[in-house]
């Protein structure tokens, strides 16, 4: 597997807000890699042909922590994998979120298991970071499952949509984001109710 960066002492200081915001993106690449370790996988995998290997990624998505996204290109979109956000489903509807594997800790993913956008991502001091797994690269590598990741998702939007789902999770995340500010407001208060020093 290619290096990428480790978290250095910025990113530790910092505490992730590029995971704060949006789940990092897969390359086809980690999205074989996790296929072939995924269990229930194992039993499905009876060829390689693209209809199998949909087959396979579309099973795998909804037991992930993983959702399909997408952004404008010249000639249309370009489908590709990330990790889901907190709350929400694995089609990707939302455009900013916490990443569900972010822990107080930090990332809860050894080095190896995380996505190459998190891989790739170098912490700058000034927060203006920089992402070596570039657009480009990522339509480049993306291209061969444009037409399984697009029949993923158009075959789950509307049904997800007409069942409310995206609302719920939506509400969910907004849930969850007020009681962790309620927690972090009440770890900066002492017992005295006054701002801890
Ligand atoms: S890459 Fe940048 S935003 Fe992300 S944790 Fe490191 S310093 Fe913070
Ligand atoms: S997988 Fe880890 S590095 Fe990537 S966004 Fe999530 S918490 Fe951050």
Known sequence: MEKGYEDTEVCKVCG???CKSNGCSLSPEDMLRELAGWKDGQAERKTDDEESI?????????DSHCAIDSFTIEKGRCYYIRMRH???????????????????????????????????LEGRQNRHCLQHYTREQMIA?????????????????DRLEQEGIFDRCEED???????????????ALGNDGKWKA
Not at 54 to 62: A, D, P
Not at 93 to 99: I, L, P, Q, T
Not at 173 to 187: C, D, P, S
Request: glycine share 10%; hydrophobic share 30%; aromatic share 16%.
């Open 173 to 187: 995340y907004m849930r969850y984001q007020m009681e962790k500010r309620q927690q972090e407001k009440a770890g």
């Open 16 to 18: 992730g807000a590029c």
């Open 86 to 120: 907190k709350c929400f489903t694995f089609i990707g509807v939302d455009a900013m979120g916490e990443c569900i594997a972010l822990t107080d800790q930090g990332c809860s993913l050894p080095f190896e298991r995380r996505p190459k956008g998190g891989r790739y």
């Open 141 to 157: 590598d993306w291209k061969p499952y444009q037409q399984i990741l697009q029949k993923i998702w158009s075959t789950w939007y």
């Open 54 to 62: 949909g087959v396979q990624i579309e099973k795998w998505l909804q």
